[in-house]
């Protein structure tokens, strides 16, 4: 079987390419691809943030590959055989320690929008569809999206996109939050290229801490979400990026970070 997900390493970027065109539909196989390349990624020293694309023109992913539901229809099974896993995968995408952007073309549906929304920022094509269809189906999205969409766009927006089940233009998407920036047709993936390659630029520990720090604050109470972003600035102060960041500022010259 062909590799189902696809990796390419350059000057500290690692573009993940989810493979399995036209429409790069979510299987078991490709699941546990992406389960494995993003355990390897996490500890790759030389990856320093991840961009996720879809193969081809048609779509990011249309989510899951709608063939296998039939082994999944006996009660007890659907959890076991898919679900557990995949949301295993996606926390962590979600997790992951780097900084993270999804470059989104064609479609984002169902699953595929799920494993967007892990990511930490979206960066869309202006014609992109964006849309959580398993309402149709007779089911709701099962992948983390009733919470990741909603963290993003509130509850009133996240229940008419699963209610209803309809796609929405990439255009309202922005307006609604739940994507941050749009690019021209066809220029997802250089701009978020681009943005990655900013983001190379800038202190690794401070960008890793900050990450932690902001989804910690969903995570725990207030006063403990506190507690963690001062033990965070405490290594930050301490690390050399931070002593770099302050000689630079007061020698008025461009700080050079280490970025590792």
Not at 39 to 53: E, G, I, K, P, T
Not at 148 to 175: D, H
Not at 233 to 256: I, L, N, Q, W, Y
Request: charged content about 25%; some cysteine.
């Amino acid at each position: 079987m062909a590799d189902q997900v696809k990796i390419e390493i350059t000057n500290g970027i690692a573009l993940l390419t989810l493979n399995n065109p036209p429409l790069n539909l979510a299987t078991l196989a490709s699941t546990q691809q992406l389960n494995t390349t993003l355990d390897d990624l996490a500890v790759d020293d030389n990856v320093l943030v991840l961009v996720v694309r879809g193969a081809g023109d048609k779509a990011f992913s249309a989510g899951s590959d709608i063939s296998e539901f039939p082994s999944y229809l006996a009660e007890g099974t659907v959890v076991e055989k898919k679900l557990r896993f995949e949301n295993e995968t996606m926390v962590k995408l979600d997790k992951f320690p780097k900084p993270t952007i999804a470059a989104l073309n064609g479609l984002a549906y169902g699953g595929g929008l799920e494993l967007a929304v892990c990511c930490d920022l979206i960066v869309a094509d202006e014609t992109v569809k964006l849309s959580l269809p398993e309402i149709k189906l007779g089911v709701f999205p099962g992948s983390g999206g009733t919470l990741r969409v909603t963290k993003r766009i509130g509850p009133a927006r996240a229940k008419e996109m699963m209610f209803l089940g309809e796609p929405i233009s990439a255009a309202l998407a922005l307006e609604w939050g739940l994507v941050n920036r749009l690019a021209p047709k066809g220029e997802a993936t250089a701009m978020a290229l681009a943005m990655a390659g900013t983001l190379t630029e800038r202190p690794n520990i401070a960008l890793r801490a900050c990450k932690k720090a902001i989804d910690q604050s969903f995570e725990l109470p207030e006063g403990e979400a506190i507690e963690q972003v001062l033990e965070l600035m405490e290594s930050t102060f301490a690390s050399d990026d931070g002593h770099e960041g302050v000689r630079a500022f007061f020698a008025k010259e461009d700080p050079k970070f280490k970025h590792s």
